[in-house]
């Protein structure tokens, strides 16, 4: 979707699309669609990036071989000159190769344990493009096209931006805005330059409604009034700032993957309603295909999560106006320490293992040597089988693409609901760098801002090793964990890969 602005470059010359052009961005669309299929299971996950990157170029280069010829015949150097609106071929050109250059160089660079609030960042671009494609297309509607006649009451004929061309640029300019604060206010928050803890303001949902409804009276405003006033768009638009900040600041950490999902739906919504006003069929598919699986993917992890996915929408769910809540650590509860020769001998002596990965795991890079433990036990004649939360990390599916990466089997992954059940009958449940996803105050706190989240129900096993680096640190939800006291808990103080590789060399012996 950051191919928002290249796209706009066409305008409303797209809009005389011949049948070439159209068939192209048919097989884009195709190739969208199948990208978001191949993305569904990690084993084609692969295949569905391909098809995603190869139906944008098509996207791209029609969009961009489509408008220059309308312009001039001129080939050679001299075609790189050719001004459109304005622009240069070649600076188009050059803006391209300096977006390749920063997203390839992001790309190689950016860590696994970064990608969540580098999806959020990317989000944030999504809708700041959007908000000025709109921008633009109000300051200069003749250039988009969406100029039409219009008679005043003394007769005069005058020409003005079509009503259905004012509300496609009012929702796109106020979802983009709605997107960018929002992702900017995520991005923060996964970056831990603001505290992931709910920020509650006072009279919140009363502030909430009030801002959507000035929204939607704006927008009713700018596209019924001709021509509308002229403070009624830029305010329209610092509104919707506004309320994407307000609807993000009530949200805790353990709920953050829903939010960076609800994002990328909005992004795609932004981009649809803009490619309306841009009247570029690659835009509209591109948009609504982002926005319906985004949505999607939030109503399945709502419920996953038993959340109420119309709260996701208005914002701070999960999040309670109360004082309690067991985020202070209780470190005078006893709690016993294990080593890796423990958890080595007790988890070669079970018949099943459950390993429930988390962030901590992420950070410490551990999948790989998490890998070749399990490889170990399984020599052993030991069952392993790994257990990943809807919300295990900072983003939707950030565990299993770090299992994918190391190359762990896909019949060895188990969803929350498919094998919550099986710790009753399990040997040793491994914990590691999970937190949140395992506390049992998700079901017994009220107080607790994870309460109603589902969670792994890892008590009910005969032995569980917590691997995390100190007993001060109580996940990103700031909640203290009653597992970590259990009688059947040993906790494995130390950096995820290091201990893992301690266990590996016991299990090695």
Known sequence: MSVLNLLAVAGAEVKSVNPWVALAYLVAGVCFILALRGLSSPATSRAGNRYGMVGMTIAVVTTLITHFPMHSEMTGPDAMHVSIDGTTALEILVAIVIGAVIGLTTARRIAMTAMPQLVAAFHSLVGLAAVLVAGAAYANPGAFGILVSHIDPT????????????IEMALGAAIGAITFSGSVIAFL??????????????????????????????TAVFAATDPAPGWVFPVLLVLAFVIGFLLIIPIGGADMPVVVSMLNSYSGWAAAAMGFTLHNTAMIITGALVGASGAILSYIMCRAMNRSFISVIAGGFGAEDTGGGGGAVKTDRPWKRGSAEDAAFMMSQAEQVIIIPGYGMAVAQAQHVLREMSDLLKEKGVAVKYAIHPVAGRMPGHMNVLLAEANVPYDEVFELEDINGEFAQTDVAFVIGANDVVNPAAKTDKSSPIYGMPVFDVGKAKQVFFLKRSM??????????????????????????KMVEEINKSLAD
């Open 155 to 166: 007769g005069l004929e005058t020409l003005v931006i079509s009503p259905v061309s004012r």
């Open 189 to 218: 928050k996964l970056n831990g330059n603001m505290s992931g803890a709910p920020i509650m303001l006072p009279a919140r949902h009363v502030i909430n409604l009030g801002t959507l409804v000035a929204i939607l009276v704006l």
């Open 472 to 497: 001060g640190g109580v996940g990103y939800a700031g909640v203290d964990n009653d597992v970590f006291y259990m009688d059947q808990t040993m906790m494995l103080l130390s950096d995820a890969k």
